[in-house]
C-alpha cells in the first residue's frame, strides 16, 4: 500500500515538474518591469557584443525594460525565428531581412509599426534609401532597417601597380584584363576571388544588371523597362561571357566551390588580388596579418559598357513581432537603435552603409576604404541603386537553382545561353503565377 | 517487425538505448551458453526460435528466450496490482516518447500530403500524393539516390575495416593502452558540422593543409580542386567520414572483443591455429553478433548524417553531393516543407526496407553463432555510453 502510495507522489512529483517547466513566462513582473525577448539573425560575436552594449544603453535609459538578447547561430538563424514566431509567442524585437520580410508578413509573423511610428521625430534623420526599405508598397512598416550591404571592389593597390597598372578597374571588362595580368598559377598567385559556391548568384546577377543599366526597372532590379526579365536582353550574354572569362582566365580553379568565407580569405592571405564584396569586409581585413592597410583599398563597383553600374542593395533591420504582448516597450527598443548615436554606433562597427543623414558629413565616412561608397553615393545616376526582389517568397529556391547553375555552367555542364533561357523562364513563369 | 521502426527514431534524437534494448535481455542467456557453446546442437534450436523475440526485446520475451538455455525460470506473472505499479512506472516514459517522439512524427508526416510552405502558410490544403511526385520526378533525384549508395557504402566499408584493425590491435596490452584508446575515441565526441568545416579547409585547393602534404611528397604538380571538382568532392567528404567513423566501429567492436575469454584463444593456440584461423575462426564468429548489428546501426546513422556532406559542399559542386538528407534540408531550407517531410517519409521508408532485409539476412546466417553474438551487446552499449 504504501509503495503504491509513494509511486503516486512521485508521479505527481514529476507531473508537477514537467509541467512547471513548460510554462513559458510572460515576461510582466510584480513591479512593473518588463522583460522584451529579442533574437538577432545575422550574428557574429563583434556584433552580439555591439548589440549587447547598445541594449545596456537601451536599459539605464529605460528602468523599467529589460532585454534579454538571444543569438542563435547565423547559419540556422532565420530557421529557429520562424519557429519561435509560429509558435506564437516568447518573441517580442526581431531581426528581419529583406528577404524574410515579405513571407513573415505573409504569414501575419509581423506587426505593422506604421501607427504607432507616425508621429515619430526620427523619420526625418533617416537617409531616403532607409525609409524606402522601411515601408512596403502598401506603406506598412514591418523592420526598419539598421544598415546596408552594397558591393564595392577591394583591390591590392600594389599588384595593380606591379602590372603596370595606373588605375584600379573602372568596368568589367577592365576588371577581366588587370586581374589576367596578375594571374601566375605557377606562383600561386590569382587575379579574382570567384564566387562559384553558396550565393554565386549574386555577383552574377550584379554583371548582367551593369550591362543592361540603362534599361533596367529601379523597383525590381531583375526586370526591365519593358516588363521583360533582364535575363531575356541580349547584353545579358555579353555580361555573362565576360564574367565566365574572368573565372577561367583569371581565378583559381577551386573557386568553383568558393562562398564567402573562402573568398575573403584568399583575398585576406595575398592569394587573389580583387575581390567584390560587401562592406563588413574592411574590419576583417583590418586584421589580416599577411596584407597591409597600406596594400588594399576599395573601389566603386564595377560598370558595364554604358559606364553605370547597379548596386544590389540588400538590407535588415529591428522588427517586431505580431504574437508580443509589449508593443510599446519593443517600439521603444525599436526606434532606440534607428535613432542618434545607437545606430551611428551599430552602422560604424559593423561596417555598414549608415541609415543617417548625418553620415555625409562624417569624416569616418570619407577616409580609406569608405571613399568608395561616398563616391558611389554622389553619383546615383553612374551607381544605380535598384531594389531587388529579394522579398518573392520563391527567393531561396531561386538562390538555390541559380547557384546550382552556376556551378553547372563552370563545370562545363551547360552553356550560358542555356542558363539564360533558365533564368528568364523562370522569373516570367513566377510573375505570372503571381 | 516493429524492430525497424524503434532504431530510425532513435536515432534522431541521439539516444544511444534505442536499439540496444534486446541487450539487456539476452546477457544471461548468452553468458551461461557461451562455456557450453562448442556442442552448436543445442544453441542451434534456441536461436530458431529467437531471432523476432530477440530482436523486440521486452523485458518478458527476454527472459523467456533465455529458456533453452537454463532449465525453465519462473515466468513473471503480473497480477492486477503488480501490473498496474509496473504500468505507473511506465507511464512518464510512454508520455514521454509518446508527446516528444510519436506525436511530432505523425504531425510532421501529414504535412507530406499538404501544400506547406513557410513563406505563405494561409494556403496549407491538402494536395495528397503532389509532393511525392514532384519529388519522384525532380532531375536531381536519381543523383541524390546513386550518391546515397556511394556514401553509405563508401563510408561503411572502409570504416569497418579499419576500425576492425584498430580494435584488434588495441585488444593487445601495452604502455599507454589507455591513452591510445581515448586518443582514437576523440572524434567520436565532435560534432560532424564542426569537422566538416575543419575537413572543409583541409580539402582547400589553394590553402589546405591536404595539397600541401600532397606537394611536399612528390606525389602531385599542381593542387588538385578538391571540392571543386564532383568526382574528388565526393572522394573528400568519404574521406572526413571515413575518419570520423572508424572511431565508432573501433569502440564497438573492441568492446566485444574483450568479452571473449582468453581461454578459447589458449585453447586455439594449442590446437595450433595461426593468426589467420584464429580471426575468421574464433574472433569473428564470437562477434558476429554484435557486428551486424554495429553495421545495421551505422548504414541507418550514416543514411542520416548530413552534417558533413553540408558543411562541406553544401550538396555542390552543382548539386552533385546530394545525399538524400542534405537534399531534404535545402529543401527544408526553401520554406517548403511539404515536400520535405515528403523527403522524410520516403527516409524511413528506405531505412525500413533494408532493416528488415538486414535483420532477417543476418538472422539466417547468424543461425549457428547467433546467441553467442548477441551476448557481447551489452558490454558494448555500456562503452558506447561512456563514449559518447
Redesign the interface.
Known amino acids: 500500500m504504501l509503495?503504491?502510495r509513494r509511486?503516486?507522489t512521485a508521479?505527481c512529483v514529476?507531473a508537477a515538474l514537467v509541467l512547471s517547466g513548460c510554462a513559458v513566462g510572460g515576461g510582466g513582473a510584480a513591479d512593473g518591469t518588463v522583460t522584451l525577448h529579442m533574437v538577432e539573425s545575422l550574428t557574429n560575436p563583434t556584433r552580439t557584443a555591439v548589440l549587447k552594449d547598445l541594449i545596456a544603453e537601451f536599459e539605464k535609459q529605460n528602468p523599467k525594460i529589460k532585454v534579454d538578447l538571444i543569438s542563435p547561430p547565423t547559419d540556422q538563424a532565420d530557421?529557429k525565428i520562424?519557429q519561435m514566431l509560429q509558435s506564437g509567442s516568447g518573441i517580442d524585437t526581431l531581426e528581419v531581412r529583406d528577404i524574410t520580410s515579405?513571407?513573415w508578413s505573409?504569414?501575419r509573423w509581423l506587426y505593422d509599426m506604421s501607427k504607432d511610428l507616425k508621429g515619430w521625430a526620427g523619420w526625418n534623420q533617416l537617409t531616403d534609401n532607409t525609409v524606402k526599405y522601411a515601408k512596403d508598397a502598401k506603406g506598412r512598416t514591418y523592420y526598419i532597417p539598421y544598415g546596408f550591404y552594397g558591393l564595392s571592389l577591394f583591390y591590392r593597390s600594389d599588384l595593380v601597380t606591379g602590372a603596370g597598372f595606373k588605375n584600379p578597374p573602372a568596368s568589367w571588362d577592365d576588371l577581366l584584363e588587370q586581374a589576367t595580368a596578375i594571374q601566375n598559377?605557377g606562383k600561386?598567385q590569382?587575379g579574382y576571388a570567384f564566387r562559384?559556391?553558396?550565393n554565386a548568384n549574386s555577383n552574377a546577377v550584379a554583371v548582367i544588371e551593369a550591362y543592361v543599366a540603362d534599361r533596367i526597372d529601379r523597383e525590381n532590379g531583375f526586370k526591365l523597362t519593358d516588363g521583360r526579365t533582364i535575363f531575356s536582353a541580349p547584353e545579358a550574354l555579353t555580361a555573362l561571357k565576360t564574367y565566365f572569362a574572368l573565372f577561367k582566365k583569371a581565378s583559381?580553379?577551386?573557386?568553383?566551390?568558393w562562398?564567402y568565407p573562402?573568398m575573403v580569405?584568399?583575398f585576406s592571405?595575398g592569394?587573389t588580388a580583387f575581390l567584390l564584396q560587401d562592406p563588413e569586409v574592411i574590419a576583417t581585413l583590418g586584421e589580416s596579418k599577411s596584407i597591409s592597410r597600406q596594400q588594399w583599398t576599395t573601389a566603386p563597383l564595377l560598370t558595364g559598357p554604358s559606364g553605370k553600374a547597379v548596386q544590389p542593395v540588400a538590407t535588415a533591420g529591428w522588427g517586431i513581432a505580431a504574437g508580443s504582448k509589449h508593443k510599446a516597450e519593443a517600439t521603444k527598443l525599436v526606434t532606440f537603435l534607428a535613432e542618434g548615436d545607437a545606430a551611428t554606433t551599430f552602422d560604424k562597427k559593423n561596417s555598414l552603409v549608415p541609415i543617417l543623414k548625418s553620415a555625409a558629413d562624417d569624416a569616418y565616412y570619407k577616409t580609406g576604404a569608405w571613399a568608395s561608397y561616398v563616391k558611389m553615393t554622389e553619383n546615383p545616376d553612374a551607381y544605380i541603386t535598384v531594389t531587388q526582389p529579394r522579398d518573392s517568397?520563391?527567393w531561396?529556391?531561386w538562390i538555390?537553382k541559380s547557384?546550382?547553375?552556376i556551378?553547372?555552367v563552370?563545370?562545363g555542364?551547360m552553356t550560358p545561353e542555356q542558363l539564360l533561357t533558365g533564368w528568364d523562364s523562370y522569373w516570367t513563369a513566377k510573375w505570372k503565377s503571381q | 517487425m516493429k524492430e525497424p521502426v524503434a532504431s530510425p527514431s532513435a536515432r534522431p534524437e541521439g539516444e544511444p538505448g534505442g536499439t540496444p534494448t534486446p541487450t539487456t535481455s539476452t546477457t544471461d542467456a548468452a553468458v551461461e551458453a557461451r562455456p557450453d557453446a562448442g556442442p552448436d546442437a543445442g544453441t542451434d534450436a534456441g536461436t530458431g526460435l529467437r531471432p523476432r523475440a530477440g530482436g523486440r526485446g521486452s523485458t518478458a520475451t527476454a527472459t523467456a528466450t533465455s529458456a533453452p538455455a537454463a532449465p525453465r525460470p519462473r515466468r513473471p506473472v503480473f497480477t492486477g496490482r503488480q501490473g498496474l505499479t509496473v504500468a505507473a512506472f511506465m507511464a512518464p516514459a510512454a508520455l514521454f516518447v509518446a508527446v516528444f517522439i510519436y506525436y511530432p512524427m505523425i504531425a510532421g508526416s501529414q504535412m507530406a500530403f499538404r501544400n506547406w510552405n513557410l513563406n505563405d502558410l494561409t494556403d496549407t490544403s491538402w494536395v495528397g500524393l503532389k509532393n511525392f511526385r514532384e519529388i519522384f520526378t525532380d532531375p536531381v533525384f536519381g543523383t541524390v539516390l546513386s550518391n546515397t549508395g556511394i556514401w553509405v557504402v563508401g563510408s561503411i566499408v572502409p570504416q569497418f575495416v579499419i576500425g576492425f584493425a584498430i580494435a584488434l590491435w588495441l585488444r593487445r596490452r601495452f604502455r599507454f593502452r589507455g591513452l591510445y584508446q581515448a586518443m582514437i575515441f576523440f572524434p567520436w565526441a565532435i560534432s560532424g558540422f564542426l569537422i566538416g568545416i575543419l575537413f572543409r579547409w583541409m580539402f582547400n585547393s589553394e590553402f589546405g593543409v591536404v595539397n600541401d602534404l600532397l606537394e611536399k611528397a612528390g606525389l602531385i604538380n599542381e593542387p588538385i580542386p578538391w571540392l571543386a571538382d564532383p568526382k574528388t568532392a565526393m572522394v573528400a567528404v568519404l574521406i572526413a567520414n571515413i575518419w570520423y567513423g572508424v572511431t565508432f566501429f573501433a569502440i564497438m567492436i573492441l568492446a566485444a572483443l574483450q568479452s571473449i575469454p582468453d581461454e578459447i584463444y589458449e585453447a586455439a593456440e594449442i590446437d595450433g591455429a595461426g593468426k589467420v584461423r584464429t580471426l575468421f575462426r574464433i574472433t569473428i564468429p564470437s562477434i558476429r553478433g554484435t557486428l551486424s548489428l554495429t553495421v545495421l546501426l551505422r548504414v541507418i546513422w550514416i543514411f542520416n548524417f548530413p552534417d558533413l556532406i553540408f558543411a562541406m559542399t553544401g550538396g555542390g559542386p552543382s548539386n552533385e553531393t546530394h545525399i538524400v538528407t542534405t537534399w531534404m534540408i535545402t529543401v527544408t531550407q526553401r520554406g517548403d516543407y511539404g515536400r520535405a517531410s515528403a523527403i522524410g517519409l520516403i527516409v524511413v521508408a528506405m531505412l525500413l526496407v533494408f532493416s528488415v532485409f538486414h535483420l532477417t539476412a543476418t538472422r539466417e546466417k547468424s543461425a549457428t553463432g547467433g546467441k553467442r553474438a548477441t551476448g557481447r551487446k551489452p558490454r558494448t552499449r555500456k562503452t558506447k555510453g561512456t563514449v559518447s
Not at chain 1, 583559381?252 to 566551390?257: D, F, L
Open positions: 509503495s503504491r509511486t503516486a508521479l514529476a530557421q520562424q515579405g513571407p505573409t504569414n598559377p600561386r590569382y562559384g559556391g553558396t583559381p580553379p577551386s573557386s568553383v566551390a562562398g573562402e580569405e584568399g592571405n592569394s517568397s520563391w531561396t529556391e538555390q547557384d546550382a547553375d556551378q553547372k563552370l563545370l555542364k
